[in-house]
């Protein structure tokens, strides 16, 4: 797994997070994070393998806890953090992220209030004329989910 591998999933985290309303320090800590790794130089997983959580410690943004998340991360592909949350939230809430004029809170209210959690559901829930019913989203917004839905 190289770092740009990692850091997508401490951005798909704090992402996330950000959909359940969590924390905003902790997930701007995990985008931190995700920034550092991104473009860090040596391969973390070098790193990981010749000075261990310590090692990892020493790039900007990554404190103990993301040190162990990316060790486990290197070792199993995933981490229990990462899983526990998928577990409650689905993963496919991200895509509704790429969608122009769905943000975080929006995709958590589509989510929580009407059960949308994938593109396909969303694109159900638009052609059956529900964005009308979601409050914060205005004529001009909802043509524009429409518009690019049917780019999709």
Not at 9 to 28: S, T
Not at 84 to 107: H, M, N
Request: hydrophobic share 40%.
């Amino acid at each position: 797994m190289d770092n740009q591998s990692i850091a997508r999933r401490f951005y798909r985290l704090a992402a996330l997070m950000d959909i359940r309303g969590d924390d905003p320090f902790r997930l701007r800590s995990y985008r931190n994070a995700a920034e550092a790794i991104e473009t860090w130089p040596t391969p973390l997983k070098q790193i990981a393998a010749e000075e261990g959580i310590a090692g990892l410690q020493g790039i900007p943004g990554v404190g103990k806890a993301i040190a162990g998340k990316i060790v486990e991360l290197l070792d199993r592909g995933t981490f229990n953090a990462w899983d526990r949350l998928v577990a409650e939230t689905p993963e496919s809430l991200l895509d509704l992220l790429e969608v122009p004029g769905i943000g975080p809170k929006t995709a958590a209210l589509l989510h929580q209030k009407f059960k949308v959690s994938s593109l396909k559901e969303l694109k159900r829930f638009v052609a059956g004329g529900g964005l009308e019913q979601v409050d914060g989203i205005g004529p001009k917004t909802a043509e524009r989910i429409k518009e690019s839905l049917e780019m999709l």
